[in-house]
């Protein structure tokens, strides 16, 4: 069975950083919680949550409730699941283009000495 630890260290593989992956595991456990309660259940310094459910709510993974004392709510698995998805998806697209984009090393040093790239059909 998947643990706490392994939730973490997969988040943080797609991109979270410790603070935010404890957070949000935290969160995902409870409906929902106080900047408090997530320090309890995550052991993020409590003056550390705030910045990091900040970032996760920029990151559209937890809604924040303006009450007092705030209260924070995870996205439901699938659908955090699919912000992350598209998240990941983007960035590699957009790393694919970027190195499409790259010219080979062979054909700058051609170009450096003034001869054409040789080419092979």
């Known amino acids: 069975m998947p643990t706490e630890d392994e939730a973490v260290n997969l ?14 595991v935290a969160l995902s456990r ?5 900047a408090k309660e997530v320090s309890d259940l995550s052991g993020v310094p409590r ?6 459910v900040e970032r996760l709510h920029r990151r559209g993974l937890v809604d ?13 698995k699938d659908d ?4 992350l998805r598209e998240r990941y998806t983007t960035t590699l697209d957009a790393t694919d ?8 090393s062979e054909e700058l040093e051609e170009e450096e000495r003034g001869r ?6």
């Open 30 to 34: 409870v409906g929902n919680a106080s």
């Open 116 to 121: 054409s790239p040789i080419t092979t059909t």
């Open 47 to 52: 003056s550390r949550v705030y910045d990091a």
């Open 97 to 104: 283009e970027a190195l499409s984009g790259l010219r080979r």
């Open 11 to 24: 988040l943080e593989e797609l991109g979270l950083t410790e603070y935010e992956a404890r957070c949000f």
């Open 64 to 76: 924040v409730q303006q009450s007092d004392p705030r209260q924070y709510q995870a996205l439901p």
């Open 80 to 83: 955090a699941l699919a912000v």
